[in-house]
């Protein structure tokens, strides 16, 4: 067994770089490691979140998520990764292995971590080993994009539908 130690950075529109260096055993399952994070950076465990293995371009790959979500479909096809049974040597394919943490599906927060270090001696408990920057507020980012505006019937007028064609057909049916 060994520690490893994982540069956790959050990545986000702030130029502001927030970063925390998390100690994990090599043994130690991704439900720990993400409730570290969480703690790490003040979010709440209240949202759905995936681990994806990348590699150096970040591509998402193989998904580790927090609840099994395959749904009773068959387990020949799909091969989910569970947080709570996922240990994480398991998924150490490089000395600079690289992970991509989704956290809360509507308002996207994306943490990139790298594997940047070894230890021989096993920690005793997660640790997080240094922090750099503040973290945001986990409710400062919008879950709605405010480029998208949709109207509702009552705010479409008859200059609307007639530009879409909705007033050229009289119904002429008799219920």
Known sequence: MAGLK???LLDSK????VF???LISDQDNFESFYRAILSAYNFSSDQ???FYISNESWDKGFEISLFDMSFGEDSSQILPGVMSTC?????IQESDQKMILVHDF????????????YQEETPESVQTVLSVGNPPNEDSKSDEDDSLQFETDAELDEEDEDEFGFGDYEDDYDY
């Open 6 to 8: 994982f540069r956790v």
């Open 14 to 17: 702030d130029k502001n770089e």
């Open 20 to 22: 925390r260096d998390i």
């Open 48 to 50: 759905m979140a995936s």
């Open 87 to 91: 240990t994480i040597d398991e998924f």
């Open 106 to 117: 509507l308002r996207m927060w994306i943490f990139l971590i790298e594997l940047i270090g």
